[in-house]
């Protein structure tokens, strides 16, 4: 983590009173240009930054103990506003190689990843294609603020990222852009979703997903395209339901490299 100065962030205040300390030698004057190379430091103090994604500074300067002491409720709005905010502030989120603006999407179980990208495409209608980040509550409540605004970049370089570009290099590159954009340049660009090891071999290495047309959540992958695509899924409450509404629609599966 870069060592940056504690600051009230209005999640409470320390037992102690606060870090104490005077700071005023260190404001830089109103009229100052921003650097070139901006640091996490000097965004955290440029107004301008602040009045563009101020939840996400807030997120990105919490003192970890302060931040995981406030309640889920307030740490989650901080979370979803920080992500509209960054969208928002992201040029590129507007007009992305996929077609279709990023938005933020929902709160939804994601089993053990913190948060994705989803990007789907209507049959028929383009209007309709959707990109959005989906965001995983069970998972990010448990986690440092820093990681959780490193994941909000992350899905972000996805969402400005073209359909199937999984965790390549020109992720990669949209991901390392966003970071330095924010002043985290210290960062390395992760390159997995947190997933378990097996679920993010499934998904990195197999070339076909199957998802089940009437539970979406019911997700499994194959080496190559099935001959036929009267396939039915079994997975939990379809074991229970007429065949013909379980069936399995497959396709490229978008984080496929090899
Ligand atoms: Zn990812
Ligand atoms: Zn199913």
């Known amino acids: 983590m870069i060592n940056i100065r504690r600051q009230d962030i209005g999640l409470g205040k320390t037992a102690g009173g606060g870090s104490g300390g005077s700071f005023a030698s260190h404001r830089r004057a109103a009229a100052a240009p921003p650097p070139a ?28 103990e302060q931040w995981m002491n406030t309640p889920w409720a307030e740490r989650k709005k901080i979370v979803e506003r920080a992500t509209r905010e ?57 986690r440092e603020p820093q990681t959780i605004a490193n994941t909000i970049l992350h899905e972000v370089a996805h969402g400005i990222d073209d359909w199937g570009g999984g965790h390549g290099d020109r992720w990669a590159k949209k991901h390392r852009m966003l970071l330095d954009r924010h002043g985290m340049t210290e960062r390395k660009v992760e390159q997995i979703h ?11 290495v197999r070339k076909i997903v199957g998802t089940c047309q009437r539970d979406p959540t019911h997700i499994s992958y194959r ?36």
């Open 37 to 64: 190379i901006e640091t996490e430091e000097n965004l955290l103090q440029n107004a301008n930054y602040l009045s563009q994604v101020p939840n996400f500074a807030q997120i990105m300067r919490a003192d970890p």
């Open 86 to 142: 960054i969208i928002a502030a992201t040029p590129e989120a507007q007009d992305t190689p996929f077609g279709t603006p990023l938005t933020f999407g929902e709160w939804k179980p994601l089993g053990s990843a913190l948060a994705r990208n989803a990007k789907r495409r209507h049959l028929t209608q383009p209007e309709l294609n959707e990109n959005t980040v989906q965001m995983n509550a069970s998972q990010l409540r448990t």
């Open 194 to 204: 947190w997933d378990t090891d097996r679920e993010h071999a499934a998904r990195m």
């Open 223 to 258: 080496d190559g395209m099935p001959r036929s695509r009267m396939y039915i899924c079994t997975q939990g409450a379809c074991r229970g339901v007429p065949q013909a509404e379980r069936l399995i629609s497959y396709a490229r599966n978008p984080q496929y490299i090899g």
